[in-house]
Each structure stands twice: as structure tokens, then as C-alpha cells.
């Protein structure tokens, strides 16, 4: 059998050393596979390393199935698939990452054992100790009665949905590039193919210990821009959920002719942040009242316009909707890893569940960053969050501000905003969708104005007008997007994509297509221009499924 237990040792190349990487219970295992170094330990995790400026760094970690506290080794097969072989109780199992199913699972008294494993054409033969004795357990390669006819992208429902963006494949149309969050705790970056009409998982992220609720992405790069080479991507994600929990990736994508998507992704683990680690670490907390570790982030949205020639900062913001009636902001320092709690408001005293970041930039050049958030009561707050912003250090201070009160409210709805929009009018002015549990859409228009010429001056809003259809669907109106300022298209649980146009006398329905989907979630839209200079309008819709459609010179004509 011939094999030792790992000591929970460090892993090290070096002058570099990561202490700590599987935390207490040790290493068990270093692989070294393609480009990268993977480590396995008894925390029932395996982390994807590369060496950087002659530097082990930590890509991301990946825990392949609950329960299996204990991974002992990676095996990297022929044919493309990723083994885990570890200890679940006291049964050693040998799991498929391919598959995401147990190949083998047997009985052997658990860990702290030696064994071997050998796996060839004809046979897969499994050795281990047990009570002193030397036990065979040997299987024969039988044929698969079952037959995979769809494998699924998730174990249950998917909750949220984003494009990340397009990559350029030669000799291939574009491939747009997604990623969906699910109620099993993981998040998944993928491809969808028109041409196949299949979707093709490049990257499982399974940081998340509950539901992954929503997502968002931010510094967008494609093609011919900055920070972006052969016609690849490079993306910020942002995602979160149950537990209090936010986790950051840098998500890279490039054409890749030799693999089945035809796109390689590689995904790099940023920053992550609890409420409760964060709670932990604050000074005199005795005086304060405790938060509510089973908070949920129910809405994220990056704010605009904070890393840029106008505002040359290394932070990035970001503003979350909370279930425990709060408003906060975070701020992310890629370059240290780090994502911290900025500020908060607790000014809806109920469950939050839409938030919304725009910019304002005045005719003088004088800059406002507004946030616009939505609650369960239906009512709709606008926040001015410049100063928090703009004192781009305080994240290093312990002592987080108070957003303050909001600027404006408008009472939107009579129940939940399950859905909200903000679009920029070519008059400098912003429509404000939002759809509501009751099957009602509202639209108000904005101005917003300075109280003074000064930069410090205050803010104002003004509601130009307010539009609202009752009855627009027959359930929970989950997606809305303002197309331009006559058109608005939403997506309800009644499975119908509704097509509006906006005008002074209200909303007027255009045309509506039925969709497959049940329980959708969330909608997500993009706009591609075609050779001949027409234009398509794309949507993509998640909930018991994952579903895209297209329309042709959707500017031009109907559904």
C-alpha cells in the first residue's frame, strides 16, 4: 500500500510560504497539473495556486461535494476529468468533478489510514489498511445504463443571472459569456451557444456556505480596451447571498479553439466579507447591537464612476440591499484583497430588496453619487452617497458613518419592489422603473438639481412625472429594464416578456411573448449590433431554468 499520512504542514516553494492555507487540520496533498499547483487538505477543500514573481498565489479554493470533510489527493485523468479522492465519515470515496457524482464510496473506518488507488481500462482497484489487516476492494469497468440526455447547470433553483460579455472566437461568432447563481450554494460561469443551443459550464465557484441570491458584475473589459488582450474579457464579480456573505472574483475569459465552449476561463478569488467576522472584529462591540448573522443580501449594485480619470482611486464601491432593513456600502481594494464595510442605514426598518447606484454629473463638471434603494413596503428612497464615496480612506477607519437620511421617497407600490431600473435620459433627467409583487409597474421621472453653484452645495430631486400600470401582470413582476425613454420591457412569474411604450399618457402594451421559464427570477438584457447595421435585442431569464431570447430591429418592430 505503501502510503503515509500528510503532516499539517504550510505549503511552501522557496523564500514563499502560505501558512495556513487548510487552516488547522493540515495539508494532505500538492499536485502539480498544467500551469498550477493544487493542494488538498482536511478541511474538506482543494485550493488552485500559480506562481507569481517567483510568489505562491491563492487562485481560488473549490469544495467539490457537502460532506466530504476530508480530501486526501487530485487525480487529473486522459479524458479531461478531476478526481477527488478523499474520506466522507467513515467511507473513502472517489468523486467525479465532471460528473458531481460519487463513483465509488466504500466502507473502510474513515481517515488517519493508509490506502492507494489505481484506476486503468479494465479495472479501478482501491487498497487500505483496516484493524491490521490489508483489504482489496477491486471494480470492473461496466458500461453507464443511464444516459445524461440535459446534464443541469445547477442542483436547484437558479436565482440570478448575469452576462459577463462577449469573447471573439476566430472563425466563430462572438460567444457571450454568463454566470448564474443558485439556491445550492454555488455560482457557475458559462457559455451559451446559439448555434448549439447548449450551455457549457466553464467554472463552478462554491465559496458561498448559503444560497447565492444575487450577482453583479463591474469594470467590464472586452475587446481592443485597456486591460484586455486577444479579444478576451477581464470582469469583477460580485457575488452574495444568504449568511451575510459577499465574495469577489477577478473572472478572465479568452478564445480557446481546442476546448468544447471554445472559451478558457480562468477565475481568481478577490476578497470576501461576512457580517459576522466583520462583527468580531469590532472594538467595543458590547455596546452596540449585535447584527443578525442570517442576513441576506438580496440586491447588489456597483457604483459608478469611483475609479476613473475624474476620480483616480484604488477603492471600488459597491451598495447592497439587505433583509435586515439596512442599506450599506463596501469598498473593495483589489490590490490588497480587501472588502470592507464603508457605510449604513437603517432607514427602511424593513426587508430592502432593490438597490440601484447612478451618476450625476452636472454641466460644471461637479459629480453626485446617487443610490437608489426599494423596500418591502414598496416605497422607493434615493440616497445621496457622495461623502462616503468621495472620503475614499475612511474604509481603513474602524468606525463606519451613518448614511443619513435619504433625499427623496416616492411610495411606489403597495407591497415588495421586486424589480427596479434606472435609465438616462438624453436631457440629463432619470426614469425610474420599478415592478411589484402585486403585478404593477411604476415609472417616475427625475431631475436633479444642486442647491448652489459651489461643490458642496446640496442635492435636490425633483419628480417630473409619475406613471403606473395596476395591472400589468397577472404575478410578481421580477425583471424590468428601460430599453430608451418611450420603450420599457418587463418579465413577470406569469411567464410573459411584455414589450411598453411610455408616454405622456402612460404605458401602453406593444406586444408580449410567452416564455418557458417557471418561477423566473431575474431578466438580464444586452443589445448587439448586426453587420448590415441593424440592431438585436437579447434577453436571458432564469428561475426553474435558464432561457435566452432574441429579436431582430427590436427598434423597428414588434415582439
Request: hydrophobic fraction near 40%; charge should be negative.
Amino acid at each position: 500500500v505503501g502510503r503515509t499520512r500528510s503532516a499539517p504542514w504550510p505549503v511552501a516553494m522557496g523564500d514563499s510560504l502560505l501558512f495556513g492555507l487548510h487552516e488547522k487540520a493540515g495539508v494532505t496533498s500538492v499536485t502539480c497539473h498544467g500551469d498550477y499547483i493544487y493542494s488538498t487538505g482536511r478541511d474538506g477543500v482543494y485550493r488552485q495556486l500559480r506562481v507569481q514573481e517567483q510568489k505562491l498565489e491563492v487562485l481560488r479554493k473549490h469544495r467539490p461535494c457537502k460532506g466530504l470533510q476530508w480530501i486526501e489527493e487530485l487525480r487529473f485523468t486522459a479524458d479531461g476529468d478531476l478526481l477527488v479522492l478523499g474520506f466522507h465519515a467513515d467511507n473513502f470515496v472517489v468523486w467525479s468533478s465532471r460528473m458531481g457524482e460519487n463513483l465509488h464510496c466504500i466502507p473502510c473506518g474513515g481517515g488517519h489510514r493508509s490506502w492507494s488507488y489505481c484506476s486503468s481500462p479494465e479495472a479501478e482497484i482501491v487498497a487500505f489498511i483496516k484493524c491490521g489487516d490489508v483489504l482489496l476492494y477491486q471494480s470492473g469497468v461496466e458500461p453507464r445504463e443511464q444516459q445524461v440526455l440535459l446534464p443541469s447547470l445547477h442542483g436547484r433553483e437558479i436565482t440570478c443571472v448575469r452576462r459577463l460579455g462577449a469573447v471573439e472566437v476566430p472563425g466563430r461568432a462572438a460567444i457571450n459569456v454568463f454566470v448564474t447563481g443558485s439556491e445550492d450554494t454555488t455560482a457557475c460561469v458559462l457559455v451559451l451557444s446559439e448555434c448549439s443551443q447548449a450551455a457549457v459550464p466553464l467554472a463552478r465557484l462554491s465559496d458561498h456556505v448559503s444560497s447565492v441570491r444575487v450577482l453583479v458584475a463591474a469594470s467590464l473589459v472586452g475587446p481592443g480596451e485597456e486591460g484586455c488582450d486577444n479579444a478576451g474579457l477581464s470582469t469583477l464579480l460580485f457575488s452574495a447571498g444568504g449568511r451575510a456573505q459577499i465574495e469577489c472574483y477577478r473572472v478572465l475569459c479568452a478564445a480557446d479553439p481546442a476546448s468544447e465552449s471554445a472559451v478558457g476561463c480562468q477565475v481568481i478569488h478577490v476578497a470576501s466579507h461576512r457580517l459576522d467576522e466583520h462583527w468580531e472584529r469590532k472594538k467595543n462591540r458590547h455596546k452596540l447591537v449585535k447584527m443578525d448573522p442570517e442576513t441576506r443580501y438580496m440586491s447588489l449594485s456597483v457604483i459608478p464612476g469611483t475609479n476613473t480619470k475624474q476620480m483616480p482611486t484604488p477603492w471600488m464601491f459597491l451598495a447592497a440591499a439587505c433583509s435586515d432593513g439596512s442599506v450599506r456600502v463596501f469598498g473593495l481594494l483589489e490590490a490588497a484583497r480587501k472588502l470592507v464595510l464603508v457605510a449604513e442605514s437603517f432607514h427602511h426598518q424593513r426587508c430592502v430588496l432593490k438597490v440601484e447606484a447612478f451618476l450625476h454629473t452636472q454641466a460644471g463638471g461637479e459629480r453626485r453619487h446617487l443610490l437608489c434603494s426599494a423596500a418591502t413596503d414598496g416605497g422607493i428612497a434615493f440616497w445621496d452617497i457622495t461623502s462616503p464615496i468621495a472620503d475614499h480612506h475612511s474604509p481603513t477607519n474602524p468606525v463606519y458613518p451613518v448614511l443619513g437620511a435619504p433625499l427623496l421617497t416616492v411610495m411606489a407600490h403597495s407591497c415588495g419592489v421586486n424589480s427596479l431600473h434606472i435609465y438616462e435620459t438624453p436631457e440629463g433627467w432619470y426614469l425610474v422603473a420599478s415592478g411589484s409583487d402585486d403585478g404593477s409597474i411604476h415609472v417616475c421621472l427625475l431631475e436633479v438639481t444642486l442647491e448652489g453653484d459651489n461643490p458642496t452645495a446640496g442635492t435636490c430631486l425633483h419628480v417630473l412625472e409619475r406613471v403606473a400600470q395596476p395591472c400589468a401582470h397577472a404575478a410578481h413582476v421580477t425583471g424590468i429594464r428601460v430599453l430608451r425613454p418611450d420603450l420599457l420591457l418587463s418579465a413577470s412569474v406569469d411567464q410573459r416578456l411584455t414589450l411598453w411604450q411610455h408616454g405622456p399618457g402612460g404605458l401602453e402594451e406593444l406586444s408580449t411573448t410567452f416564455f418557458h421559464v417557471p418561477d423566473l427570477a431575474e431578466m438580464d438584457c444586452w443589445e448587439e449590433v448586426e453587420a448590415g447595421g441593424g440592431r438585436r435585442l437579447y434577453c436571458v431569464l432564469c428561475g426553474q431554468g435558464l432561457e435566452m431570447l432574441r429579436k431582430h430591429n427590436w427598434c423597428l418592430a414588434l415582439w
